[in-house]
Protein backbone atom coordinates (compact mmCIF):
# COMPACT_ATOMS: atom_id res chain seq x y z
CA UNK A 1 0.00 0.00 0.00
CA UNK A 2 1.57 3.23 -1.06
CA UNK A 3 -0.05 6.44 0.38
CA UNK A 4 -0.59 9.93 -1.10
CA UNK A 5 -0.75 13.09 1.24
CA UNK A 6 -1.69 16.62 -0.55
CA UNK A 7 -0.33 19.43 1.04
CA UNK A 8 -1.13 22.61 -0.45
CA UNK A 9 0.64 25.74 0.47
CA UNK A 10 0.76 25.86 4.02
CA UNK A 11 -0.09 30.30 4.37
CA UNK A 12 -2.83 28.98 1.90
CA UNK A 13 -4.55 26.19 3.72
CA UNK A 14 -7.29 26.42 6.28
CA UNK A 15 -9.04 29.63 4.96
CA UNK A 16 -12.58 28.42 6.78
CA UNK A 17 -10.68 28.81 10.09
CA UNK A 18 -10.14 32.65 8.79
CA UNK A 19 -12.56 33.93 11.39
CA UNK A 20 -11.24 32.34 14.09
CA UNK A 21 -7.00 31.84 13.58
CA UNK A 22 -4.67 34.43 11.87
CA UNK A 23 -2.47 33.43 9.01
CA UNK A 24 0.04 32.64 10.72
CA UNK A 25 -1.70 30.53 13.54
CA UNK A 26 -3.57 28.47 10.78
CA UNK A 27 -0.23 27.73 8.88
CA UNK A 28 1.22 26.47 12.63
CA UNK A 29 -1.50 24.56 13.12
CA UNK A 30 -1.50 22.87 9.93
CA UNK A 31 2.09 22.06 10.45
CA UNK A 32 0.53 20.74 13.60
CA UNK A 33 -2.03 18.50 12.43
CA UNK A 34 0.40 17.37 9.62
CA UNK A 35 3.13 16.39 12.55
CA UNK A 36 0.62 14.37 14.09
CA UNK A 37 -0.91 12.75 11.13
CA UNK A 38 2.40 11.65 10.25
CA UNK A 39 3.44 10.63 13.88
CA UNK A 40 0.82 8.06 13.77
CA UNK A 41 0.98 7.18 10.38
CA UNK A 42 4.57 6.05 10.71
CA UNK A 43 3.68 3.93 13.10
CA UNK A 44 0.80 1.93 10.99
CA UNK A 45 1.79 -1.55 9.70
CA UNK A 46 1.44 -2.01 6.03
CA UNK A 47 2.79 1.00 4.05
CA UNK A 48 5.18 0.72 1.97
CA UNK A 49 5.64 4.00 0.89
CA UNK A 50 4.55 7.64 2.10
CA UNK A 51 4.02 10.41 -0.41
CA UNK A 52 3.36 13.73 0.65
CA UNK A 53 2.55 15.88 -2.71
CA UNK A 54 3.06 19.39 -2.34
CA UNK A 55 5.76 22.30 -3.48
CA UNK A 56 5.98 24.04 -0.07
CA UNK A 57 9.40 23.68 1.29
CA UNK A 58 7.67 22.92 5.00
CA UNK A 59 6.85 19.48 3.16
CA UNK A 60 10.08 19.15 2.13
CA UNK A 61 11.19 19.33 5.67
CA UNK A 62 8.62 17.24 7.41
CA UNK A 63 9.72 14.19 4.23
CA UNK A 64 12.91 14.48 5.46
CA UNK A 65 12.10 14.78 9.46
CA UNK A 66 10.01 11.60 8.71
CA UNK A 67 12.42 10.09 6.12
CA UNK A 68 9.12 9.50 3.58
CA UNK A 69 9.25 11.29 -0.18
CA UNK A 70 7.85 14.25 -0.84
CA UNK A 71 7.04 14.82 -4.76
CA UNK A 72 6.99 18.28 -6.64
CA UNK A 73 3.02 18.82 -7.35
CA UNK A 74 4.39 21.24 -10.25
CA UNK A 75 6.12 18.44 -11.61
CA UNK A 76 3.08 16.26 -11.68
CA UNK A 77 0.52 18.59 -13.10
CA UNK A 78 -1.40 21.56 -13.12
CA UNK A 79 -2.57 23.19 -10.04
CA UNK A 80 -5.52 21.93 -8.19
CA UNK A 81 -5.57 19.02 -6.05
CA UNK A 82 -7.79 16.72 -8.48
CA UNK A 83 -5.57 17.32 -10.87
CA UNK A 84 -2.47 16.15 -8.56
CA UNK A 85 -3.80 13.39 -6.68
CA UNK A 86 -5.16 11.78 -10.03
CA UNK A 87 -1.85 12.07 -12.15
CA UNK A 88 0.27 10.76 -8.98
CA UNK A 89 -2.25 7.65 -8.74
CA UNK A 90 -1.94 7.13 -12.27
CA UNK A 91 2.03 7.68 -12.23
CA UNK A 92 2.17 4.72 -9.60
CA UNK A 93 -0.95 2.42 -11.69
CA UNK A 94 0.50 -1.21 -12.58
CA UNK A 95 3.86 -0.28 -10.18
CA UNK A 96 1.48 -1.09 -7.13
CA UNK A 97 -1.78 -2.91 -5.99
CA UNK A 98 -3.29 -0.67 -3.65
CA UNK A 99 -3.16 2.98 -3.14
CA UNK A 100 -4.70 5.27 -0.22
CA UNK A 101 -5.14 9.05 -0.63
CA UNK A 102 -5.13 10.98 3.09
CA UNK A 103 -5.56 14.33 4.43
CA UNK A 104 -3.41 16.56 6.72
CA UNK A 105 -5.97 17.81 8.95
CA UNK A 106 -6.95 14.49 10.28
CA UNK A 107 -5.19 14.74 13.47
CA UNK A 108 -7.32 12.97 15.94
CA UNK A 109 -7.05 9.83 14.03
CA UNK A 110 -5.50 6.59 16.08
CA UNK A 111 -3.08 4.23 14.84
CA UNK A 112 -5.84 1.78 16.08
CA UNK A 113 -8.27 3.50 13.28
CA UNK A 114 -6.02 3.78 10.26
CA UNK A 115 -5.07 -0.37 10.88
CA UNK A 116 -8.73 -1.07 11.13
CA UNK A 117 -9.34 0.42 7.75
CA UNK A 118 -6.58 -1.05 6.63
CA UNK A 119 -7.17 -4.43 7.40
CA UNK A 120 -11.41 -3.51 6.23
CA UNK A 121 -9.90 -2.98 2.98
CA UNK A 122 -7.47 -6.12 3.00
CA UNK A 123 -10.22 -8.45 3.76
CA UNK A 124 -12.36 -6.88 0.46
CA UNK A 125 -11.51 -8.67 -3.24
CA UNK A 126 -10.79 -7.54 -6.67
CA UNK A 127 -11.11 -3.82 -8.01
CA UNK A 128 -12.36 -1.81 -4.78
CA UNK A 129 -12.87 1.11 -3.35
CA UNK A 130 -12.48 1.99 0.87
CA UNK A 131 -13.57 5.29 1.90
CA UNK A 132 -13.91 6.89 5.30
CA UNK A 133 -16.55 9.70 4.97
CA UNK A 134 -16.11 13.08 7.45
CA UNK A 135 -18.48 12.70 10.26
CA UNK A 136 -21.32 14.73 7.83
CA UNK A 137 -21.12 12.37 5.35
CA UNK A 138 -20.07 14.57 2.76
CA UNK A 139 -16.56 14.94 2.48
CA UNK A 140 -13.66 11.90 1.68
CA UNK A 141 -11.43 12.21 3.91
CA UNK A 142 -9.57 8.85 3.39
CA UNK A 143 -9.71 6.74 0.31
CA UNK A 144 -7.95 3.43 -1.12
CA UNK A 145 -8.28 2.08 -4.42
CA UNK A 146 -7.19 -1.21 -5.67
CA UNK A 147 -5.95 -0.89 -8.23
CA UNK A 148 -4.82 2.60 -8.21
CA UNK A 149 -6.07 4.48 -11.45
CA UNK A 150 -9.88 2.94 -10.96
CA UNK A 151 -11.18 5.69 -9.25
CA UNK A 152 -11.12 9.48 -10.83
CA UNK A 153 -10.78 11.55 -7.89
CA UNK A 154 -13.03 14.40 -7.35
CA UNK A 155 -12.87 16.14 -4.43
CA UNK A 156 -14.81 19.29 -2.87
CA UNK A 157 -18.12 19.26 -2.31
CA UNK A 158 -20.07 16.13 -1.42
CA UNK A 159 -17.38 14.19 -2.82
CA UNK A 160 -18.67 11.57 -0.64
CA UNK A 161 -21.16 11.28 -2.63
CA UNK A 162 -19.63 11.66 -5.91
CA UNK A 163 -16.86 8.71 -5.08
CA UNK A 164 -19.69 6.43 -4.09
CA UNK A 165 -21.60 7.30 -7.08
CA UNK A 166 -18.38 6.73 -9.69
CA UNK A 167 -17.69 3.56 -7.93
CA UNK A 168 -20.60 2.04 -8.34
CA UNK A 169 -21.29 3.19 -12.02
CA UNK A 170 -17.51 1.41 -12.28
CA UNK A 171 -18.59 -1.46 -11.04
CA UNK A 172 -15.95 -1.16 -8.35
CA UNK A 173 -17.01 -3.00 -4.85
CA UNK A 174 -17.93 -0.05 -2.29
CA UNK A 175 -16.96 0.07 1.67
CA UNK A 176 -17.86 3.35 3.72
CA UNK A 177 -16.87 3.75 6.98
CA UNK A 178 -17.28 6.28 9.68
CA UNK A 179 -14.53 6.10 12.84
CA UNK A 180 -14.30 8.35 15.51
CA UNK A 181 -11.31 10.35 14.76
CA UNK A 182 -10.71 9.72 11.00
CA UNK A 183 -14.04 11.15 10.56
CA UNK A 184 -12.97 14.17 12.13
CA UNK A 185 -11.34 16.63 9.77
CA UNK A 186 -10.43 20.04 10.96
CA UNK A 187 -12.65 22.18 8.13
CA UNK A 188 -14.37 25.12 10.58
CA UNK A 189 -15.27 26.67 13.82
CA UNK A 190 -17.55 23.53 15.11
CA UNK A 191 -14.40 21.47 14.09
CA UNK A 192 -12.72 23.25 16.37
CA UNK A 193 -14.68 23.68 18.84
CA UNK A 194 -15.60 20.22 19.68
CA UNK A 195 -11.23 19.90 19.37
CA UNK A 196 -10.91 21.93 21.49
CA UNK A 197 -13.87 21.15 24.31
CA UNK A 198 -13.68 17.48 24.59
CA UNK A 199 -11.21 15.18 25.99
CA UNK A 200 -9.60 13.04 23.13
CA UNK A 201 -6.87 11.20 25.83
CA UNK A 202 -3.74 10.61 23.83
CA UNK A 203 -5.03 11.91 20.52
CA UNK A 204 -4.06 15.27 18.21
CA UNK A 205 -1.37 15.71 21.21
CA UNK A 206 1.01 18.37 18.96
CA UNK A 207 -2.56 20.39 18.13
CA UNK A 208 -3.86 20.70 20.64
CA UNK A 209 -0.44 21.80 22.30
CA UNK A 210 -0.41 24.37 20.09
CA UNK A 211 -3.75 25.44 20.54
CA UNK A 212 -3.62 25.10 24.40
CA UNK A 213 0.15 26.98 24.56
CA UNK A 214 -0.74 29.86 22.20
CA UNK A 215 -4.50 30.70 23.94
CA UNK A 216 -5.94 29.61 21.49
CA UNK A 217 -8.35 27.42 22.62
CA UNK A 218 -10.13 29.68 25.03
CA UNK A 219 -10.32 32.32 21.82
CA UNK A 220 -11.65 29.39 19.87
CA UNK A 221 -14.21 28.80 22.87
CA UNK A 222 -15.31 32.51 23.04
CA UNK A 223 -15.60 32.62 19.40
CA UNK A 224 -17.74 29.28 18.99
CA UNK A 225 -19.90 29.83 22.69
CA UNK A 226 -23.71 30.02 21.64
CA UNK A 227 -23.28 33.59 23.72
CA UNK A 228 -20.94 34.91 20.64
CA UNK A 229 -23.10 33.44 18.06
CA UNK A 230 -26.21 34.59 19.37
CA UNK A 231 -24.81 38.10 19.74
CA UNK A 232 -23.34 38.03 16.01
CA UNK A 233 -19.54 39.04 17.42
CA UNK A 234 -17.61 36.50 15.28
CA UNK A 235 -14.86 38.19 13.02
CA UNK A 236 -14.83 37.29 9.75
CA UNK A 237 -10.72 37.12 9.75
CA UNK A 238 -8.58 37.15 12.17
CA UNK A 239 -5.13 39.15 11.47
CA UNK A 240 -1.77 38.26 13.01
CA UNK A 241 -0.67 41.52 15.30
N1 LIG B 1 -0.82 19.50 -3.11
C1 LIG B 1 -2.00 20.11 -3.00
N2 LIG B 1 -2.79 19.85 -1.94
C2 LIG B 1 -3.97 20.50 -1.84
C3 LIG B 1 -4.41 21.44 -2.82
N3 LIG B 1 -5.62 21.91 -2.45
C4 LIG B 1 -5.91 21.31 -1.29
N4 LIG B 1 -4.92 20.46 -0.90
C5 LIG B 1 -4.87 19.63 0.31
O1 LIG B 1 -5.99 18.76 0.29
C6 LIG B 1 -6.65 18.72 1.54
C7 LIG B 1 -8.09 19.24 1.40
O2 LIG B 1 -8.01 20.58 0.98
P1 LIG B 1 -9.14 21.69 1.06
O3 LIG B 1 -10.31 21.23 1.84
O4 LIG B 1 -9.35 22.20 -0.32
O5 LIG B 1 -8.38 22.86 1.82
P2 LIG B 1 -8.11 23.09 3.33
O6 LIG B 1 -6.81 23.82 3.47
O7 LIG B 1 -8.23 21.80 4.09
O8 LIG B 1 -9.29 24.04 3.81
P3 LIG B 1 -9.87 25.43 3.21
O9 LIG B 1 -8.72 26.31 2.84
O10 LIG B 1 -10.63 25.98 4.36
O11 LIG B 1 -10.73 25.05 2.05
C8 LIG B 1 -5.79 19.55 2.50
O12 LIG B 1 -4.94 18.70 3.26
C9 LIG B 1 -4.99 20.45 1.58
O13 LIG B 1 -3.74 20.79 2.12
C10 LIG B 1 -3.55 21.69 -3.94
O14 LIG B 1 -3.84 22.47 -4.83
N5 LIG B 1 -2.37 21.00 -3.97
O1 LIG C 1 -13.67 16.27 -0.80
C1 LIG C 1 -13.26 16.32 0.33
O2 LIG C 1 -13.38 15.44 1.18
C2 LIG C 1 -12.52 17.57 0.77
O3 LIG C 1 -12.11 18.36 -0.30
C3 LIG C 1 -11.35 17.11 1.60
O4 LIG C 1 -10.81 18.14 2.26
P1 LIG C 1 -11.41 18.84 3.58
O5 LIG C 1 -11.83 17.76 4.47
O6 LIG C 1 -10.21 19.59 4.09
O7 LIG C 1 -12.52 19.73 3.16
Not at 11 to 30: M, N, T
Not at 171 to 180: P, V, Y
Not at 216 to 233: C, G, H, V, W
Request: proline share 4%; hydrophobic share 40%.
Amino acid sequence: MWVFIPLKDFVQAKQRLSGFLSPSERRCLFQAMVEDVLDVLTQVEGLERIILLSDDPAANLLAEHYNIECWSERALAPPGLNSVINAAVRSVAGQVDHCMVAHGDLPLASVEEWQEVLAEHARGHGARVTLVTDRHCDGSNVLITSPPGSLTFAYGSESCHHHRAQAQQKGLSLMTLERQGLSRDIDDGDDLAELVSCDWGSRAPKTLHYLRENGLDQRIRALTSKEANSAFIKMDVVSDS
